[in-house]
């Protein structure tokens, strides 16, 4: 009996479908573990806070919203979209995401994140992901020949805060 699936154009369906599916799942397993802290790396309080001031950052607020006037009714804290542009040699200086959780989209470029919780440096590159949370403090540091452009949305409590 001929079965389509098996033989001729099904089975090149097939194997391109196959394929289509195993690069996805790699591309979605890098991406997971990109720009992350090795877990053999991770320890508390392994990086102190570092003193380095703001340098060749563009800090701009693109978007914001008062949390207590919205349906959570969370007093005090706004959610806001923001556009960091760093340029070569660039610095965001040393800050806590202790009481502000951020999540950070690379658009263009790559920097490098120093930590309070990983023992190395970790590397981000466009299209990385950067999870900030409670127990994070570190900074960044554009070592590249590029420009490096990030979308960073947050959770800030002090309007005040003057920290990237």
Same mark, same amino acid.
């Given at each position: ?10 089975? $090149? @369906?097939? !194997?391109? *479908?196959?394929?289509? %599916?195993?690069?996805?799942?790699? /591309? ?47 007093? $005090? @804290?706004? !959610?806001? *979209?923001?556009?960091? %542009?760093?340029?070569?040699?660039? /610095? ?50 554009? !070592? ?21």
């Amino acid at each position: 009996m001929f079965d389509p699936t098996t033989t001729g154009r099904g089975l $090149g @369906r097939r !194997l391109v *479908l196959a394929a289509v %599916t195993a690069g996805t799942t790699l /591309i979605g397993i890098s991406t997971a573990l990109a720009g992350e802290c090795p877990k053999d790396q991770m320890k508390a309080d392994v990086r102190k806070s570092e003193s380095h001031a703001a340098k060749g950052v563009v800090d701009k607020v693109l978007a914001a919203i008062d949390l207590e006037k919205e349906p959570a009714k969370i007093k $005090g @804290r706004q !959610l806001r *979209l923001r556009k960091l %542009t760093i340029e070569p040699g660039g /610095i965001v200086p040393w800050h806590s995401h202790d009481d502000r959780p951020a999540i950070i989209y690379i658009a263009e470029g790559e920097i490098v994140e120093y930590a309070s919780n990983c023992a190395v440096p970790i590397v981000h590159k466009a299209g990385d992901i950067s999870v900030e949370r409670f127990g994070t403090s570190h900074w960044w540091q554009n !070592l590249g020949s590029k420009t490096v452009v990030l979308f960073s949305s947050d959770v800030l409590h002090d309007k005040h805060d003057k920290h990237m």
